[in-house]
């Protein structure tokens, strides 16, 4: 079992449609907040957004830090600091950070503001909205930046309803349609960290090669988290197949005429690494 062969199948079939959708959306706002998956910083990174936003000011949150590794999330923040993004940390299910993100916002749309001041536009309302890939938490975000009224996002990227605005705070107007768009699968080990955290559909991979390059890499990263979790020990001698036995007789997953239901633990396995029932863990290191 090698990264390299890890394949997403996906192909690319309505790419220029998507992006010239966004692009559309893009020139409407003022501000572009990317959401960003906090255990996956670098793959959830969406690179044609570069192209697509131009010089348009950037926020980059990084959602789901509640099932992510705290200390790289904190590594995470000073790197991209360090880099000049205004960045912040968010927990879109509770709310947690969103204040802050829009704090950010409003600095990030500090030029175009001062711009329409010089042109004697005193209150320029701030249009901002939201993109990431799929599964990232936009329509969470949106959500809970809308209170009541329901944002309807689509898997699909680009695809788009009635477009709206919706006042979110005092001078912050937000559009309802999160821009979605497919990241590249640049390398197997990108498409690998998507799978993993659900932003690809687990029909497009193997599932069995998926678990077993996780367990790969908790082996690496985090054996002790590993083995307290499913109550099992992991020595250095140990490799993802191993792992799958041990986790197999612990959970019994032992099919007719006790045989490892190897099937079962991978199941096992990734539910309980996607849903942070195994505890949080952050897989690109900064
Ligand atoms: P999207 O629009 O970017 O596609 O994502 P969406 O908001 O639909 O969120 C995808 C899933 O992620 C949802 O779970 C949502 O509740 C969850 N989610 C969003 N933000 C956070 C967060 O900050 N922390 C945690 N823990 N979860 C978050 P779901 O409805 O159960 O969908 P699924 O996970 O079964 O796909």
Excluded at 36 to 46: E, F, G, K, Q, T
Excluded at 196 to 215: F, H, P, S
Excluded at 260 to 270: A, I, S
């Amino acid at each position: 079992m090698d990264l390299k062969d890890f394949k997403i199948q996906w192909f690319p079939g309505h790419m220029t449609k998507a992006k010239r959708m966004m692009e559309d959306q893009v020139r409407l706002v003022d501000v572009v907040v990317e959401l960003l998956d906090a255990r996956i910083p670098a793959s959830s990174v969406n690179p044609m957004l570069r192209d697509i936003a131009g010089n348009k000011p950037r926020v980059i949150a990084l959602n789901k830090a509640d099932m992510a590794d705290p200390v790289c999330t904190e590594a995470w923040l000073a790197r991209l600091k360090k880099d000049g993004v205004p960045v912040c940390v968010v927990d879109c299910s509770r709310g947690k950070g969103v204040k802050q993100m829009l704090a950010l916002v409003q600095e990030a749309a500090r030029p175009v503001t001062e711009k329409w001041l010089k042109k004697g536009v005193r209150n320029h309302t701030i249009r901002m909205m939201i993109v990431g890939v799929p599964n990232v938490g936009k329509s969470t975000l949106i959500n809970r930046l809308v209170g009541r009224v329901k944002a309807i996002a689509s898997d699909r990227p680009g695809v788009t309803k009635q477009k709206q605005w919706v006042t979110i705070a005092k001078g912050i107007e937000l559009l309802d349609t999160p821009g979605v768009l497919w990241p590249k699968f640049e390398n197997p080990g990108i498409g690998l960290h998507l799978a993993l955290t659900g932003a690809v559909k687990d029909d497009i991979y193997d599932r069995q090669m998926a678990a077993e390059l996780l367990l790969q890499e908790l082996l690496v990263k985090y054996p002790d988290r590993l083995a307290a979790f499913y109550g099992i020990e992991v020595t250095a001698d140990d490799t993802p197949r191993t792992v799958i036995e041990k986790i197999g007789a612990v959970r019994g997953a032992i099919k007719a005429g006790g045989v490892l239901d190897e099937n079962k633990v991978v199941q096992h396995v990734l539910y309980d690494f996607k849903s942070a029932k195994m505890g949080r863990f952050t897989l690109d290191e900064p």
